[in-house]
């Protein structure tokens, strides 16, 4: 089955400081997609990347960069000298290729505040 | 071009009342999903259509959810004899194809409080 774990519920730290969001996931099979989502307090989703699984480059995209790792099942989120405009909640996502349509199974997200 | 829009933003409703939510997708765009987030809950995935037609609704938690979506663009999903449990937010993505490796575009969604 399917899943996606976001472990960490709530994170505070304190502007400047890096942060890393941790998803891991579970799936069984060989070709699917990883993505990471923005939630700022309006409420709409923000897209902010997608990797497919044959893709193990890590990438890095300004402050963000992301570490994908298969042998972990594990699609790390780190921000580099965090702002408050980050804080939001992000949401790790994992779709399956064979899967019918693109349901997206979301993890349950992780709280980020930025303290000033 | 405009992104996806939801309307109502924001719905108060007796229980057991019906309501209707609405989503307009992005132009173009022919997959249309419906996802619910509940208070400290991650997104929950209801429904989708590829074009007019729903091919999975195994996520619709009750026979009281429905959802249409008519010429290929507005979508509507209708709550039927609401219930306090369904308060929540209904967030409306939209896709260009009908493909996993697809972006989805995301609404601002409908906050929606069964009083």
């Known amino acids: 089955a399917q899943k996606v774990t976001q472990a960490q519920t709530e994170i505070s730290v304190v502007e400047k400081e890096d942060v890393t969001l941790d998803c891991v996931y579970e799936?069984?099979?060989?070709?699917?997609?990883l993505f990471w989502y923005k939630q700022p307090p309006s409420g709409e989703l923000v897209f902010l990347i997608r990797?497919?699984?044959?893709?193990?480059q890590n990438e890095i995209s300004g402050r963000y960069s992301w570490n994908f790792q298969k042998s972990t099942s594990s699609f790390n989120f780190t921000i580099t000298a965090s702002q408050v405009v980050d804080s939001a909640v992000y949401f790790c996502?994992?779709?399956?290729?064979?899967?019918?349509?693109?349901?997206?199974?979301f993890g349950k997200g992780t709280r980020l505040h930025i303290l000033p | 071009g405009a992104g996806v829009s939801q309307s109502p933003s924001n719905k108060v409703t007796e229980k057991g009342k019906d309501v209707e939510l609405r989503c307009d997708p992005i132009?173009?765009?022919?997959?249309l999903y419906w996802y619910r987030q509940s208070l400290g809950q991650g997104l929950e995935f209801l429904i989708y259509?590829?074009?007019?037609?729903?091919?999975?609704k195994s996520g619709l938690p009750s026979d009281r959810f429905s959802a249409e979506r008519t010429g290929g663009s507005v979508s509507t999903l209708t709550i039927q004899r609401t219930q306090q449990e369904d308060s929540a937010v209904y967030l409306c993505?939209?896709?260009?194809?009908?493909?996993?490796?697809?972006?989805?575009?995301f609404g601002a969604g409908t906050r929606l409080s069964v009083l």
């Open positions: 990797r497919n699984s044959f893709d193990e």
């Open positions: 993505a939209s896709s260009p194809q009908w493909e996993a490796k697809n972006i989805q575009y």
């Open positions: 996502a994992l779709s399956e290729a064979r899967i019918r349509g693109d349901k997206i199974i």
């Open positions: 259509f590829q074009g007019n037609s729903a091919p999975d």
């Open positions: 132009s173009g765009h022919t997959a």
């Open positions: 799936t069984r099979d060989t070709t699917y997609y």
